[in-house]
Nanobody, 123 residues
């Protein structure tokens, strides 16, 4: 079992920055896990944002956030981060941390989900 707890959401103006955190606990075998972020805006389906392989730090991003968002992890703190820069109103959504045992950076069908954190970008 893996537990994921997000923090760091909030309200920011367009062009601003936020950093989301996802603390991981429970079964945390570093060699076999990918963690990442999805988001869901009102009336839309949940979509993939970014993922990172815990063992080697390799990352994958959705085209819509490439060059603006950076995903990273801190092994000592067992925490993953999403640095979001140059935020746009269309980034407004509930952001969910997710994890999957394995190595697929597309993070298909995550095994575990956090509770979500709201990010609102005003124009």
């Amino acid at each position: 079992q893996v537990e994921l707890v997000e923090s760091g959401g909030g309200l920011v103006q367009a062009g601003g920055s936020l950093r989301l955190s996802c603390a991981r606990s429970g079964r945390t075998s570093n060699s076999y896990s990918v963690v990442g972020w999805f988001r869901q805006a009102p009336g839309k389906e949940r979509e993939f944002v970014a993922a990172i392989r815990w063992s080697d730090g390799n990352a994958n991003y959705a085209d819509s956030v490439k060059g603006r968002f950076t995903i990273s992890r801190d092994n000592a703190k067992n925490t993953m981060y999403l640095q979001m820069n140059s935020l746009k109103p269309e980034d407004t959504a509930v952001y969910y941390c997710a994890a999957r045992l394995g190595s697929n950076l597309a993070l298909p069908k995550p095994d575990y989900w956090g509770q979500g954190t709201q990010v609102t970008v005003s124009s």
